[in-house]
Nanobody, 126 residues
Framework: QVQLVESGGGLVQAGGSLRLSCAAS????????MGWFRQAPGKVREFVAA????????HYADSVKGRFTISRGNAKNTVFLQMNSLEPEDTAVYYC???????????????????WGQGTQVTVSS
């Protein structure tokens, strides 16, 4: 069993920053990529960012490009999301996910991912 554990969420004022972390534990596996998704109340889950483990290619949703940065940790299957210039619209539960391989629909689709964390709440006040 693989567990993904997120940390770093919290309450921040608009314009502030937060850094989310995600670490995998349990059964050893090799991920092709790791990503972040978010879900706001009453809305569907949406893609935020992803990074491939080999090569470090990054992908971002247009809504966060230039404000958020995804990066890999030194430990395998560890990923970070640096969030700057936060806006109230960024308020959501943020989920970390790991994909064992690249699916046909790409890294922006949730069904590509095999493992998910429990989520961490990010609240941005205006």
């Amino acid at each position: 069993q693989v567990q993904l554990v997120e940390s770093g969420g919290g309450l921040v004022q608009a314009g502030g920053s937060l850094r989310l972390s995600c670490a995998a534990s349990g059964r050893t596996f090799s991920s092709y990529a790791m990503g972040w998704f978010r879900q706001a109340p009453g809305k569907v889950r949406e893609f935020v960012a992803a990074i491939t483990w080999t090569g470090g290619t990054t992908h971002y949703a247009d809504s966060v490009k230039g404000r958020f940065t995804i990066s890999r940790g030194n430990a395998k299957n560890t990923v970070f999301l640096q969030m700057n210039s936060l806006e109230p619209e960024d308020t959501a539960v943020y989920y970390c996910a790991a994909a064992a391989r690249l699916g046909p629909r790409g890294l922006r689709i949730g069904t590509t991912y095999d493992y998910w964390g429990q989520g961490t709440q990010v609240t941005v006040s205006s």
